[in-house]
């Protein structure tokens, strides 16, 4: 069982910053590949970014490339998004989510953190 814990959201202007975080529980990080998802009111879940091992691997939906950056702290267990320049439609709940690469549809989600952009 992987535990995720995110934190990090809040009220910020187009074209401030946030750097989330998600904190796991103590796992072996190569084990799982690791997500941000974000969801706004009426819109289905959407991917954000993700990156595993090795390299690490990362990826970024078109909306946000350029924009924000995940990487993860192996000893600190956790991952981040930092989110530049952002803007009104970048308002949602962000979830972070890890899926294991050995067991079959074992997904594990945080609890979400609420990320409003807002003059």
């Known amino acids: 069982q992987v535990q995720l814990v995110e934190s990090g959201g809040g009220l910020v202007q187009p074209g401030e910053s946030l750097r989330l975080s998600c904190v796991s529980s103590?796992?072996?990080?190569?084990?799982?590949?690791w997500y941000w998802y974000r969801q706004s009111p009426g819109k289905e879940r959407e991917l954000v970014a993700s990156?595993?091992?090795?390299?690490?691997?990362?990826t970024y939906a078109d909306s946000v490339k350029g924009r924000f950056t995940i990487s993860r702290d192996n000893p600190k267990n956790t991952m981040y998004l930092q989110m530049n320049s952002l803007q009104p439609e970048d308002t949602a709940v962000y979830y972070c989510?890890?899926?294991?690469?050995?067991?079959?549809?074992?997904?594990?989600w945080g609890q979400g953190t609420q990320v409003t952009v807002a003059l």
């Open positions: 989510k890890a899926t294991s690469r050995f067991i079959r549809d074992q997904n594990f």
């Open positions: 990156i595993a091992l090795p390299g690490p691997a990362t």
């Open positions: 103590p796992v072996t990080w190569s084990r799982y590949k």
